[in-house]
């Protein structure tokens, strides 16, 4: 059989190992192990200007991806944007998320897009591209239904959501119950790790760790001081996988706090850890695998919410590992097989 | 300079994008700032005064683009 050759198309973050990074890397990974010859392409997003939003989305526009040392490229698997402005003849869009400033955190205070002419326009053309982009693919999937309803809603495109397992799944091991609640992802605003700090005064028995760094870091230490909660708050900046995976294994539960996550790999860490999550009613991606009462604890996004639900958390331990488990059975089903079939699929080779 | 410079080409090409991905002639600032940098490419030692032709070329060719 004639070698398939896939290139996967992602952003770079300098210096950043998010969430998008990891997945791209591992779907690249994950097609190469089907037998698939596939290689990571990837542009940096550098914004300093707006400009520089549609100037990347033009680089990607301007690559020839067709061939690659001499040889066809059969399909482009594009992830986020810009990188589905890219030209294939045999594109296929695996969405992770558009520019969301523009869209659903437009208006919030997670949108620094005003409503002065320039932003305007860059909303506009954000639009633009993604319309054009996008309805050049041959198929278009979204990383979850709340990534595909976004995408139907602001820009009336249909997408099929394709879930996958989390960036180490089948190292994630569980462990007893431990003494601590863990958050882990990049401390700013949209990620609200100050609804759980907020919670601890109401719950006295609980502890928090805090995984990441990020613009809020020292507000959120200096908060932890004044509320009187120091001493029952750890922030690590930064973690290994292993520290990673014993973190998640002695927690006591998992709390996801963000607001309008697109999938979130947090809660399904959690799960295969055999974790419950506490997380919002506002959470988007996350709420399509937490269940309130079966998989763990959904509540309104205020502190005093949060403070209860730990509370129960550290009264009811038994009903808590018994989420944990639901949730483990839920994610143990999540296998790169399907997503890698139904996107070589759609580039039809599969 | 004539219709084969690779920067000339360039410019094109980068016009027809910008156009192709609803940049419009009146996104002046942005077909500067696109100028600027085609501009960078052949004069890297001058950067505070780009060449007229290279600024008139690129607005036009946005326009063209769409």
Same mark, same amino acid.
């Given at each position: ?18 969430g ?9 990974e994950?097609?190469?192990?089907r ?7 990837t ?26 040392g ?14 589905y402005?890219?030209r294939?003849p045999?594109?296929v ?9 523009a869209?659903?955190q ?29 309805t ?11 990534v595909?309803?976004?995408l ?46 907020e919670?601890?005064?109401?719950a006295p028995?609980?502890r928090?760790? *805090? #995984?990441?760094? !990020? ?7 200096? %908060?932890?001081?004044e +509320?009187g909660v @120091?001493? /029952? ?13 014993s ?24 799960f295969l ?15 399509e *695998? #937490?269940?309130? !009462? ?7 996004? %205020?502190?005093?919410? +949060?403070?209860? @639900?730990? /509370?129960?958390?550290?009264s ?17 089903a ?17 | ?17 910008l ?18 940098a085609?501009a960078?490419?052949?004069t ?6 780009l060449?007229?032709?290279v ?12």
């Open positions: 059989m004639k070698a398939r050759r896939v290139l996967v198309l992602g952003v770079q973050t300098p210096f950043s190992r998010g998008a990074e990891r997945h791209v890397r591992r779907l690249t994950e097609l190469v192990a037998g698939v010859e596939a290689d990571l392409v542009l940096p997003l550098v914004e300093k200007q707006r400009f520089d939003l549609i100037r990347s989305a033009a680089a990607w526009r301007s690559l020839d991806l067709s061939e690659a001499g040889q066809p490229v059969d399909a482009v698997i594009a992830t986020r944007f810009p990188t402005a890219a294939h045999n594109k869009v695996w969405l992770i998320h558009q520019y969301r400033q869209y659903d437009y208006g919030t205070p997670y949108s620094d897009l005003t409503a002065s002419p320039e932003d305007r326009r860059t909303r506009e053309v954000v639009a633009e591209i993604d319309r054009v982009g996008l050049e693919a041959r198929r278009i999937f979204a990383n979850s239904q709340t595909a309803a976004r139907l809603r602001f820009n009336g495109i249909r997408s099929e959501a394709l879930y996958h397992p989390p960036p180490l799944a089948g190292r994630y091991r569980g462990g007893k119950l431990g003494d601590t609640v863990l958050w882990i992802g990049r401390l700013e605003s949209w990620k609200r790790p100050g609804l759980l700090l919670a601890l005064p109401h028995e609980a928090a760790v *805090f #995984v990441g760094g !990020g613009p809020d870091a020292e507000r959120l230490r200096r %908060r932890a001081g +509320l @120091a001493g /029952r708050v750890t922030f690590r900046e930064s973690v290994d996988d292993e520290t990673l995976l973190l998640y294994a002695d927690a006591r539960l998992v709390a996801v706090t963000a607001s309008g996550e697109d999938l979130g790999y947090v809660p399904l860490e959690a850890s055999g974790k419950a999550v506490l997380t919002t009613e506002d959470a988007g991606g996350p709420l *695998f #937490v269940r309130d !009462g079966e998989t763990g604890l959904v509540v309104a996004p %205020r502190p005093e919410a +949060l403070g209860v @639900a730990l /509370r129960l958390a550290w009811r331990p038994e009903a808590l590992a018994a989420m944990g488990d639901a949730g483990r059975r839920r994610a143990a999540l296998s790169w097989d399907e997503p890698v079939a139904k996107l070589l699929g759609a580039a039809g080779l599969a | 300079m004539n219709a084969n410079d690779p920067l000339r080409r360039l410019a094109q090409e980068r016009g027809r994008i156009g192709e991905l609803g940049v419009k002639p009146e996104d002046a600032r942005w077909a500067r700032a696109e100028a600027d085609l960078s490419l052949v890297p030692a001058f950067p505070l005064r060449p007229a032709w600024a008139r070329l690129a607005r036009r060719l946005a326009r063209i683009g769409r």
